[in-house]
């Protein structure tokens, strides 16, 4: 029995099951388990947090699962039935028992006594009762893990912290024990560089950062005031470093203060104003102090005077004394005004920030959960913002963070430093993403470089070495070769990149028009229109991006291209020849989580073999078992690739991407640009990538104001216009 029938059991009756604790549960019973444990007991418990609402499915899946391990089920018991060794309580000294030894019973009827009996014991009873017990407590640590590990992976899935939460558990537990309110006070004259070395971080019992022993470890190094990007490919664990930062699961100095933005705020009635200054969670915390002591003061002024009231107005009014100078550092008042701004930057208009959050999108509440500068974080955290904002906010954003006073880490974005992940290490890079891309290139060439110098060297030594060693004139010659050679460290080869490619296949000719739109109006109802008089031509030498603010049009042109949609006026022609591969931004739903790839594409286009598809999936970087495993299980990037993969097999003479970069990593969007550049069929793209635009696009339309118009100039003149704009409001 395979981890893999365990994991389709699991899946088959919980599809919507978190993938990391499917493999865990599947591979705990199947290889993990400890001999002592209740194998069953324990998948029981982990599979009722899953379905605590079904317990009667719960207790069929746990019936088949004994089903299908009755044979190992079988083969421990038996093997819990054989004789074991047995730990004393105790450490026993030999050399001090009766005359009779208490070791003759042990086997074979040999006396352990008599034969070390004229030996003196040089053991240290004390130091090894301080080892057993080391011992002792890292065996019973190692017992709890599993268990722990698999009620952690629920928890992070099923128990999310909110940020509050999360912020102030942290400040009261590492920051001041007593009083979060000390962070300045205790920061001040001490340096908020940060510089770690050998640093541990795992996610369940995958190893993200770690120390080998061919290596010094992984080394966390930020230096203040500076702006770090972390790239690295899907699944390396970026996420998962960022929030061991966020909780100080590694060891960051105490005084220096952490704000984590991770995932949009909750949708409810709080205004999005009101959101944005929540996120400031010490301004939160002491007005909320401030309105309590107030309270207080009032009901105490209300009970009299005598001794015990004064005493406690007296330390109420002392402790108000305290929390109006902390608002008054940290300038409270302009708070909503400074909010304000921000919102206003990033695309909200005063009517919306008086809407409550739960009538915005997920992408706006992620912008709703982004802090002001009410009170500055030693060290602010950013996970992947641009895959929830537009490309006007972005270039907002970007400005907005230039001038950001600490150290900033961001999965993505504006940046001075890079950090690379990859492998279990962090590799530092100077500048921005466009020159780590041309400074890891060359590194890489000269690791290459000096280790065939190195390996080239060792080999004319040893060659040396092996036809005189035994020649009496150059013996002493090949001796001190051989001296040199064996003084030379350990050589690692460098490691290979990693490279992807996708493939589209070639289109054929077809003569235009192809798509045009025509003076085309469009809206949900004749009153509200959404585009007005649109003229649009598309060809298969077409290479253009869609820019434009979010709710603008962007994604209802692409529709009217499609027809999905039909204008209100205007014509729509298209070529009856015309095939077109349209990659929505949210392609996930679009996918079957019950399905494998390699069944989905037969769904999409049967009449193949599953050697084809698994081929035709494999242009995509989706091979091996990957094809067969439930597309539920798969990463966000690899979702993206299947969704491609089904792009391609429709051979579209024209593409329309709405944000395609958004789950690809690296090497994903290097394959994707170059696919793209080499396609003969025309391209349409919707996307907040800079770099993603600048390759793939040879023109740059904008859509605001109720239309669609070409813009004369590039992505980044683009960008300074809106920050521009956006400076220029009142």
């Known amino acids: 029995m395979s981890t893999q029938d365990i994991a389709k059991e699991i899946l ?76 004393l309580d105790k450490v026993v000294d030999l050399s001090k028992t009766g005359a009779i030894s208490n070791t003759i019973a042990l086997g074979e009827g040999v006396d352990l006594e008599s034969i070390n009996k004229a030996k003196a014991s040089r053991v240290d009873v004390k130091k090894l009762e301080k080892q057993e017990a080391k011992l002792r407590a890292k065996i019973e640590k190692r017992a709890r893990r599993d268990l722990y590990e698999g009620s952690k992976l629920l928890d992070q899935h099923r128990k999310q912290q909110t940020y509050e939460e999360m912020f102030m558990k942290v400040m009261y537990l590492f920051l001041f024990r007593s009083n979060p309110l000390e962070a300045a006070a205790s920061a001040k004259n001490k340096s908020k560089d940060i510089h770690l070395t050998n640093i541990d971080v795992n996610f369940g019992s995958n190893r993200i950062l770690h120390v080998e022993m061919l290596w010094s470890g992984a080394t966390l190094t930020l230096a203040y005031g500076r702006r770090y990007g972390l790239v690295g490919r899907n699944g390396v664990g970026k996420s998962t470093l960022l929030r061991h930062i966020a909780m100080r699961e590694v060891l960051i100095p105490p005084h220096i203060t952490i704000l984590f933005v991770e995932q949009e705020i909750v ?127 972005l270039a907002w954003l970007e400005d907005y963070l230039q001038t950001w006073p600490g150290t900033l880490l961001v999965v993505d974005a504006v940046a001075t430093d890079i950090v690379h992940q990859h492998s279990g290490r962090l590799h530092y890079y100077k500048g921005n993403f466009t020159q780590f891309y041309s400074t890891k290139s060359e590194r890489d060439r000269n690791l290459r470089k000096e280790y065939e110098n190195q390996m080239e060297y060792r080999k004319n030594l040893q060659a040396f070495v092996d036809r005189w060693r035994y020649n009496a004139n150059r013996a002493a010659q090949a001796q001190m070769r051989l001296k040199i050679l064996e003084k030379l460290p350990d050589l690692q080869p460098p490691e290979e990149e990693e490279t992807e490619k996708f493939r589209f296949p070639e289109t054929e000719k077809i003569s235009p028009p192809l798509l045009q739109l025509s003076e085309v109006t469009f809206g949900y109802s004749p009153d509200k229109l959404i585009l007005k008089n649109v003229n649009f031509d598309v060809g298969l030498d077409s290479r253009i991006a869609i820019v434009g603010a979010n709710g603008a049009g962007k994604s209802t042109l692409i529709k009217l291209l499609t027809s999905e949609l039909r204008p209100l006026s205007g014509d729509c022609v298209r070529n009856g020849r015309l095939r077109i591969g349209y990659f929505s931004q949210h392609h996930v739903d679009t996918l079957n989580p019950t399905m494998s790839p390699v069944q989905f594409l037969a769904s999409k286009s049967p009449g193949r073999t599953e050697q084809e598809y698994r081929s035709h999936l494999g242009n995509f970087q989706i091979s091996g078992m990957t094809g067969l495993q439930l597309i539920g299980t798969l990463s966000g990037g690899q979702k993206s690739r299947v969704a491609f993969a089904v792009l391609s097999l429709q051979k579209p003479h024209v593409l329309l991407l709405d944000e395609p970069t958004n789950h690809l990593d690296i090497e994903g969007l290097d394959a994707l640009m170059a696919a793209l550049n080499t396609w003969n069929g025309g391209v349409i793209v919707i996307s907040h990538d800079e770099r993603f635009i600048t390759s793939v696009a040879r023109e740059l339309w904008v859509c605001a104001n109720g239309t669609v118009s070409k813009f004369m100039g590039d992505v980044q003149s683009y960008k300074s216009l809106i920050v521009s704009n956006v400076k220029a409001r009142p």
């Open 12 to 87: 088959s009756v919980f599809p919507d099951a978190e993938e990391p604790i499917v493999r865990y549960l599947s591979g705990y019973l199947v290889d993990d388990a400890g001999a002592e444990e209740d194998v069953l007991q324990v998948a029981n418990d982990i599979l009722d947090s899953l379905g605590t609402d079904r317990p009667k499915d719960v207790h069929r899946l746990m019936e088949r699962l004994r089903d299908l391990l009755s044979e190992q089920l079988a083969a421990r018991a038996k093997n819990s039935t054989r004789p074991k060794l047995m730990k």
């Open 267 to 393: 949708g409810d009635d709080t205004t999005a104003l009101d959101s944005v200054l929540k996120a400031d969670v010490w301004r939160d915390h002491l007005l909320k102090e401030e309105a309590a002591l107030n309270a207080k003061l009032t009901e105490l002024e209300r009970e009299g005077d005598d001794k015990r009231i004064e005493e406690e107005k007296e330390e109420a009014s002392s402790r108000l004394v305290e929390v109006h100078a902390r608002l008054s550092d940290m300038d409270a008042e302009s708070g909503p005004s400074r909010a304000a701004a921000l919102l206003a930057g990033l695309g909200f208009s005063e009517e919306d920030q008086s809407k409550p959050t739960k009538s915005f999108s997920g992408g706006w509440r992620y912008v709703l959960s982004f802090p002001t500068q009410t009170c500055i974080p030693a060290l602010l955290l950013l996970d992947e913002p641009s895959n929830h904002i537009d490309l006007n906010a």
